[in-house]
C-alpha cells in the first residue's frame, strides 16, 4: 500500500488509522499525499486518558455497570449480544465513509489542506451502564 501510494500510483488514499504507524504518517505527510484518516487510535487514547484521570488502572474483576459503566462505538453486533449488552454510539458508517471521499476529493484538487471533521452520534442504550432503555 505504501509503495502505491509514495510511487504517485493512486492520486489519494482513505485510510483506516489502525493499520498506519507513526512511521508511515511522517511519509506521507513528507509526500504530501492527499491522504484522509478514519481514526479509531484516538477513541482509545481518550478512553485511557479518562481512566488515568480516575485513578483506574485496566484490571480483571471489575463488576459492570455495578462498579463502572462500559460503552463502546459503531454499535458492532457484539455490542448486543454480549453479557451485560453494552451501551453504544452509533455513527452512520455512510455519513464517514460520504465525508472521507469529499475530503480526498478536495485535497486531490488542492481545495483542501486538513482538518478535523467531528461527526455526533446516537446514544443506543443498554445493560452495561446505569442508562438503560
Known sequence: MMANILGRRIDGAIILNDHVGEKEVKLLLENETPVVFIDSAERLNG??????????????????????????CDDIESARLVNPSVLTIRISFEKQGTLAINHLIRSIQGKEKGGIEILNGRIIPRESTCLRE
Open 47 to 72: 478512553f485511557r486518558d479518562v481512566l488515568k484521570k480516575a485513578g483506574i488502572t485496566l484490571e480483571e474483576g471489575i463488576r459492570v455497570p455495578e462498579q463502572v459503566n462500559v460503552l463502546g
